[in-house]
């Protein structure tokens, strides 16, 4: 059997998922690209029993090896990672706030800085689309173009990420500022920052992913290391012949019995 290690990160996953609170049962689903195809996590089984065998093995035409069925929702798992290159893991999940604004078919706007970490100035929820049909897949496809993370809806929500890690990352921020702009409907709908504002911040973020400081290269003010005086790079003390004649010159002292 060819990934292991693969199939065991699809199901750490998806433990990580439930075990965390982001998903219920076995409603979410995980997939990460292989060479012409992808894994998946199969259909209707708890994630406390899988095991690596059972995670499912796909062609991007459809064609499925294992003993199991793939997840209801491999169209849009396929379809994503087909056309988003940029992607090695689909995460799905019905997270509680996430799934709570997409009821109301609403996305999340700028009212947070953090937005941007679905690659955008807001996070948009696709229109309604049966689960498991080929209308869901094309809808999360344009909800998602240029964007890392989208709602579903009626339904939950779908990340996109290079790792395992990141992808519970994102789901994690997303589902947390799902979680602050359900708050803040409460006292009513918050402002929004601009584009411009939006712009500056996924510039910043650009910046610090590729190692980088967050500030812009025109910002005079910027972190610097400090220079450490290390005492092993100190020169040692020259030895002169004087002092060595004085050493000479000392009395011997014959240790006590």
Not at 27 to 41: A, D, E, K, Q
Not at 56 to 66: E, I, K, L, P
Not at 130 to 158: M, N, P, V, Y
Request: glycine share 6%; charged share 25%.
């Amino acid at each position: 059997m060819s990934h292991m290690k693969l199939r065991q990160g699809i199901i750490d996953t998806c433990l990580e998922m439930n075990h965390s609170g982001l998903n219920q049962g076995t409603s979410g689903n995980v997939s990460h690209r292989i060479p012409g195809g992808m894994l998946i996590t199969p259909t209707s089984l708890p994630y406390a029993q899988m095991k690596p065998a059972d995670i499912v093995a796909m062609d991007f035409d459809g064609t499925y090896h294992g003993r199991r069925l793939p997840s209801s929702e491999w169209r849009f798992h396929r379809d994503i990672l087909k056309s988003r290159t940029d992607a090695n893991v689909v995460l799905h999940t019905h997270s509680v706030y996430c799934t709570t604004l997409a009821t109301h078919e609403l996305g999340i706007p700028s009212f947070h800085y953090m937005v941007a970490v679905a690659g955008g100035t807001d996070i948009r929820c696709s229109d309604y689309a049966c689960f498991g049909t080929q209308e869901l897949s094309d809808t999360a496809l344009k909800a998602l173009e240029d964007r890392t993370a989208c709602l579903l809806g009626h339904h939950g929500l779908i990340v996109l990420a290079d790792t395992f890690e990141k992808a519970l990352w994102r789901a994690h921020e997303v589902e947390t500022l799902a979680k602050m702009y359900v708050h803040a409907l409460a006292i009513g709908e918050p402002p929004r920052l601009s584009d411009a504002e939006m712009a500056q911040v996924i510039e910043q973020m650009r910046r610090m992913s590729y190692g980088q400081t967050p500030d812009l290269d025109s910002v005079a003010d910027r972190p610097h290391a400090a220079k450490e005086i290390r005492a092993s790079s100190k020169p040692a003390a020259k030895t002169t012949a004087r002092t060595k004649a004085k050493l000479k010159a000392r009395p011997k002292v014959k240790a006590r019995r």
